[in-house]
T-cell receptor, first 112, second 112 residues
Framework: DAKTTQPTSMDCAEGRAANLPCNHS???????VYWYRQIHSQGPQYIIH???NNETNEMASLIITEDRKSSTLILPHATLRDTAVYYC?????????????FGRGTSLIVHP | DADVTQTPRNRITKTGKRIMLECSQTKGHDRMYWYRQDPGLGLRLIYY???????NKGEISDGYSVSRQAQAKFSLSLESAIPNQTALYFC???????????FGPGTRLTVL
């Protein structure tokens, strides 16, 4: 089972910031949080990841709470091309290894 | 991502047929994964491999088998296809040094 909880769907006006929340209350101290997105039925695409500090790259910003139990992906100026399913990922222990586990993600619709 | 290729991209087959889906990567990554995605659902892990001699079952391995012929190639087989294996299949690669996954374009499989 996925270790993350995300809203099923969200919408955002074009040009505005899209803030996508994720709860990962059972995350351990050395686990990273990863975000991916999937446009239509294409392969998921990596966006950003973080451990405990806030992170920013050319695609998005990631805000992680101090207790690390939740995070928010921020798309600062959403465009229609940002319409996609966004997955928040933490790795799950399996047979001595840690493997990524995808939940159902958040379907973000950006409207004009 | 052109560095991860999947063949075929689309396949229609009949119940009981054996079918193989192939994945190749030029990224030099040691880890490879096979996922399936059903409509409206997230990705579920079928099998994964951390190097050529390593094969591990994922969440939904029943009815599937895999072969890691070389570091760059990871094949998924359905020994006797059944209709509920109709889905979108994704291959992914990952470097053990970064934990960031790179996905192929997917194979849409229909079992009649």
């Amino acid at each position: 089972d996925a270790k993350t909880t995300q809203p099923t769907s969200m919408d955002c006006a074009e040009g505005r910031a899209a803030n996508l929340p994720c709860n990962h209350s059972t995350i351990s101290g050395n686990e990273y949080v990863y975000w991916y997105r999937q446009i239509h039925s294409q392969g998921p695409q990596y966006i950003i990841h973080g451990l405990k500090n806030n992170e920013t790259n050319e695609m998005a910003s990631l805000i992680i709470t101090e207790d690390r139990k939740s995070s928010t992906l921020i798309l600062p100026h959403a465009t229609l091309r940002d319409t996609a399913v966004y997955y928040c990922i933490v790795r799950v222990a399996s047979g001595g290894s840690y493997i990524p586990t995808f939940g159902r993600g958040t379907s973000l619709i950006v409207h004009p | 991502d052109a560095d991860v290729t999947q063949t075929p991209r689309n396949r229609i087959t009949k119940t009981g047929k054996r079918i193989m889906l192939e994945c190749s990567q030029t990224k030099g990554h040691d880890r490879m994964y096979w996922y399936r995605q059903d409509p409206g659902l997230g990705l579920r892990l079928i099998y994964y491999s951390f190097d050529v001699k390593d094969i591990n079952k994922g969440e939904i391995s029943d009815g599937y088998s895999v072969s890691r012929q070389a570091q760059a190639k990871f094949s998924l087989s359905l020994e006797s296809a059944i209709p509920n294996q109709t889905a979108l299949y994704f291959c992914a690669t990952e470097s053990s040094s970064s934990d960031t996954q790179y996905f192929g374009p997917g194979t849409r499989l229909t079992v009649l």
